[in-house]
């Protein structure tokens, strides 16, 4: 048993001393690489409860991979910029989805507030449209956002496609933001965990030719950086205010 430690302990060292040499003739050897310390020891992962049996369904469904092709719009040479988003909205009422998770449809409210767009603009719900290829085939999608009540926004992305026009993503949700990144639409959504929220990133999946969640997160909230403060500069002193305070309005997210 010592003479096998043994072997092995000469063993390293010669290795060590290959090593050192090998540094020192790339000229690394004062000033060269230094250990960090040792390494964590790799843990694989671990399943619990294995007896369960695997779920079968989905427990909740919020419009993940549903796509429906829009009736009655044509788009020459798949250029979705002339299009008008509110007749596509209105188109879109009247489209068959592949399968019904019910976060196409609209409240009866907003489509009424829909058919008066064009003799009440200032009312209406549908919102400026915008552009971006998030498909990769080289031509833009149009991006539609639709205002609900109680501070929801239905958000829906369309393709053109074979000179017609298909939805490739409805969900709706209270949103903080919606944002486009590369080919990633964002969406910002209030948490119940003060100074959290969830983070939702939506993605064209060519297999099920539709957008998905790809990435699913609660994270904690930006906040503002305070003021930068010149070198030499004494803050102003607040003084009171005088006279009768104005009403102050207060906004509160659901």
């Given at each position: 048993?010592?003479?096998?430690?043994r072997?092995?302990?000469?063993?390293?060292?010669?290795?060590?001393?290959?090593g050192?040499?090998?540094l020192?003739?790339?000229?690394?050897?004062?000033?060269?690489l230094?250990?960090?310390?040792?390494?964590?020891n790799?843990?694989g992962?671990?399943?619990?409860?294995?007896?369960l049996?695997?779920a079968s369904?989905a427990?909740?469904?919020y419009g993940?991979?549903e796509?429906?092709?829009?009736p009655?719009?044509?788009?020459?040479h798949?250029d979705?910029?002339?299009?008008d988003p509110?007749?596509?909205?209105?188109a879109?009422?009247k489209?068959?989805p592949?399968?019904?998770?019910?976060?196409a449809?609209?409240?009866?409210?907003t489509?009424r507030?829909?058919d008066?767009?064009?003799?009440?603009p200032a009312?209406?719900?549908?919102?400026r449209?915008?552009?971006r290829?998030l498909?990769g085939?080289?031509?833009?999608d149009?991006?539609?956002?639709?205002?609900?009540?109680?501070?929801?926004?239905?958000?829906?992305?369309?393709?053109?496609?074979?000179?017609?026009l298909?939805?490739?993503?409805s969900?709706t949700?209270a949103?903080?933001s919606?944002?486009l990144?590369g080919?990633?639409?964002?969406?910002?959504?209030?948490?119940?965990?003060?100074?959290?929220e969830?983070?939702?990133?939506?993605?064209?999946?060519?297999r099920?030719?539709?957008m998905l969640?790809?990435?699913?997160e609660i994270?904690?909230?930006?906040?503002?950086?305070?003021p930068?403060q010149r070198p030499?500069v004494?803050?102003?002193?607040?003084?009171?205010p005088?006279?009768?305070?104005?009403?102050?309005v207060?906004a509160e997210?659901?």
């Amino acid at each position: 048993m010592r003479s096998q430690r043994r072997v092995r302990n000469s063993a390293a060292v010669a290795l060590g001393a290959i090593g050192a040499a090998l540094l020192t003739g790339c000229g690394v050897g004062g000033g060269g690489l230094r250990s960090a310390g040792p390494a964590p020891n790799a843990v694989g992962p671990a399943r619990l409860w294995p007896g369960l049996p695997p779920a079968s369904a989905a427990p909740y469904d919020y419009g993940e991979g549903e796509t429906a092709r829009i009736p009655g719009i044509k788009v020459p040479h798949g250029d979705v910029h002339r299009l008008d988003p509110v007749a596509v909205v209105q188109a879109g009422l009247k489209a068959r989805p592949d399968r019904s998770s019910g976060t196409a449809d609209l409240p009866a409210d907003t489509v009424r507030r829909i058919d008066t767009c064009r003799t009440e603009p200032a009312s209406c719900p549908v919102l400026r449209p915008y552009f971006r290829d998030l498909t990769g085939d080289g031509k833009d999608d149009l991006v539609l956002g639709i205002r609900l009540a109680d501070h929801q926004l239905s958000v829906r992305v369309y393709m053109p496609e074979a000179g017609g026009l298909t939805r490739i993503l409805s969900t709706t949700d209270a949103v903080i933001s919606v944002e486009l990144a590369g080919r990633d639409l964002i969406m910002r959504v209030p948490s119940a965990i003060t100074g959290y929220e969830y983070r939702t990133a939506w993605t064209w999946d060519g297999r099920q030719r539709a957008m998905l969640p790809t990435r699913d997160e609660i994270l904690r909230m930006p906040t503002s950086p305070p003021p930068q403060q010149r070198p030499g500069v004494t803050p102003p002193t607040a003084t009171p205010p005088t006279g009768t305070p104005s009403a102050g309005v207060s906004a509160e997210r659901r």
